[in-house]
């Protein structure tokens, strides 16, 4: 089970931080595959936020086919959902880990790093890899 | 979509001075309402005349399709939070909750223990020594046990410290869960109710200046900044509620029609605190939709 948080000063609303947050957790094996999502009544009872703001992201999400609602009972990550495998991903997390530590040691700040980040990701859109 | 709440024309004079006057509104079924303005505007007339606590002098309300006052069948479906939590100090909560299974049919006595006990307050501890954030968690307890259509909620975070605000919402939303009832609270802490909260009243010197579904507002609420310059008509911007200027820059907060295209115009979107204190900012301004209940301007004489 995962817990949401919310961030105020994102700018980002609140349903699609819930979005987010399960979309990441996925992607992290956080989630995995028929696991259950928190009920509306738990995420409402310890965010205080609007049930339809739930309901609104569950079903986005369901739209999107990442989980799967199964009445009276709650919602679900679906079976056929599969990330990288967990292997793959530590190696590629390692992978990123020394390329910061060369970024930082050759003297970039945060904001260089975001901005080469962002770089890369267009030229890699632009040969349509990403 | 069945309105839980409808008011056309509605209007409450004492002697000269109108305390809420040209309300029109609709609250649908299951919204969570937050009813926003400045202190005298006319939210807890607004509040009274709901549960048929004031008649009204103009206009016409109804209430879960009956008319408050005049239909005593309505009262068992309303549950209603005054302003400051009345509750008797020298009564235990046991003896608030058993006052409540005696006074009302649809009790849920079992709910309203459950409840009270999540909050942590024990049973025989008598209300005057309860703290505020306790005070607020038994008259909601109470509230809810009704097992209401419509709650209604007068102020019910204006004397709570942050934790017990965040504390009070959790549980009424929790509630709302529960019973999928329709709700109506009116606040000035305008931030604490933009998660809580899909419906939006503000009200202001005693009239209805905005009404509507939250997401709706703020989806077509937009703030333009540019270039200073004279402002004529912007293709997209509908109204515009409120125009600065610095001899710089012109900054409009507009109700739109449609997207902004205009390259001088960098468009942002608002929050809910924006959108409230825009509009309370120009009082001549007004975002509402049309009313259903025909609104026949002339008073009711009682």
Not at chain 1, 97 to 126: I, K, N
Not at chain 2, 40 to 69: D, E, F, I, W
Not at chain 2, 228 to 253: K, M
Request: glycine share 10%; with cysteine.
């Amino acid at each position: 089970m995962i817990q949401f948080r919310l961030d105020a000063r994102s700018g980002v609303s609140t349903y699609l931080q819930i979005v987010h947050q399960v979309r990441h957790a996925v992607r992290l094996g956080m989630l995995r595959p028929g696991d259950q999502l928190p009920t509306v009544k738990e995420v409402v009872g310890s965010l205080a936020i609007n049930p339809n703001t739930v309901l609104k992201a569950y079903r986005e999400l369901e739209h999107d086919g990442l989980v799967e609602g199964r009445p009276g009972v709650g919602t679900f990550v679906r079976d056929s959902v599969g990330g990288p495998p967990p292997s793959n991903h530590a190696a590629l997390r390692r992978g990123l880990d020394r390329w910061l530590h060369a970024a930082f040691a050759a003297g970039l700040d945060v904001e260089d790093v975001r901005a080469l980040f962002e770089t890369s990701m267009q030229d890699l859109r632009e040969e349509g890899v990403a | 979509m069945t309105a839980a709440v409808i008011a056309a024309g509605l209007g409450k004079r004492y002697r000269d001075h109108w305390a809420l006057r040209d309300c029109s509104l609709e609250i649908p079924e299951g919204r969570v309402a937050a009813l926003v303005g400045p202190n005298g505007a006319g939210k807890t007339t607004l509040l009274h005349m709901l549960t048929g606590l004031l008649r009204p002098t103009a206009g016409q309300v109804s209430v879960l399709g009956r008319t408050p006052g005049e239909d005593p069948g309505l009262l068992p479906h309303i549950g209603f939070v005054a302003q400051d939590v009345p509750v008797y100090r020298s009564f235990t909560v046991a003896e608030h909750l058993e006052f409540g299974r005696r006074m009302n049919k649809r009790w849920d006595g079992d709910l309203a223990r459950a409840r009270v006990e999540r909050a942590g307050i024990a049973l025989d501890q008598r209300a005057g020594s309860l703290s505020g954030g306790e005070r607020a968690q038994v008259a909601l307890a109470l509230a809810l046990a009704k097992r209401p259509d419509l709650l209604l909620l007068d102020e019910p975070l204006a004397s709570l410290d942050p934790l017990a605000r965040r504390e009070f919402l959790q549980a009424l939303m929790e509630g709302v869960v529960e019973g999928g009832h329709t709700v109506v609270l009116s606040s000035h802490l305008i931030a604490d109710l933009e998660r809580v909260c899909d419906h939006l009243i503000v009200l202001s010197a005693s009239r209805t200046q905005v009404a509507g579904e939250i997401e709706d507002l703020l989806a077509s609420h937009r703030i333009l900044t540019g270039p200073r310059r004279e402002v004529g008509r912007v293709a997209g911007v509908a109204t515009i509620v409120q125009e600065t200027h610095t001899d710089r820059q012109t900054t409009l907060f507009a109700r739109t029609s449609g997207s902004i295209h205009d390259p001088a115009w960098s468009v942002q979107e608002v929050g809910l605190e924006e959108l409230v204190l825009a509009y309370l900012g120009q009082p001549n301004a007004t975002a509402l939709p049309r009313p259903r209940l025909a609104n026949t301007g002339t008073e009711v004489s009682r």
